[in-house]
Nanobody, 119 residues
Framework: VQLQASGGGLVQAGGSLKLSCAAS????????MGWYRQAPGKQRELVAR???????ISADSVKGRFTISRDNAKNAVYLQMDSLKPEDTAVYYC??????????????WGQGTQVTVSS
């Protein structure tokens, strides 16, 4: 099982970016999917997470600006980021809890995609 993330880049403050992440491999079921981020010198933190049933949790710092969504048919999760701020600059990681043919349940991580917001 692999997670492939894309969509990062450089944007000015107030701009928008959309991150995408798709899971592939021997997948039986995908439970929660989400996005985390890690800024230089800081710990990795949850940005937003969505369950298979559509329940969403998100960090207070991104509420009203970031929107998480998923497409179960494509095994994909997205993060629409609007009104970006310089403090959103970080490496963003896709995460998913996946049941495969060989593993009952495991957390998988994507490779990380850099988001840089200039002031």
């Amino acid at each position: 099982v692999q997670l492939q993330a894309s969509g990062g880049g450089l944007v000015q403050a107030g701009g928008s970016l959309k991150l995408s992440c798709a899971a592939s491999g021997s997948i039986f079921r995908i439970n929660a999917m989400g996005w985390y981020r890690q800024a230089p010198g800081k710990q990795r933190e949850l940005v937003a997470r969505v369950t298979s049933g559509g329940s969403i949790i998100s960090a207070d710092s991104v509420k009203g600006r970031f929107t998480i969504s998923r497409d179960n048919a494509k095994n994909a999760v997205y993060l629409q980021m609007d009104s970006l701020k310089p403090e959103d600059t970080a490496v963003y990681y896709c995460n998913a809890n996946i049941e495969s043919a060989y593993v009952t349940s495991k957390e998988y991580w994507g490779q990380g995609t850099q988001v840089t917001v200039s002031s």
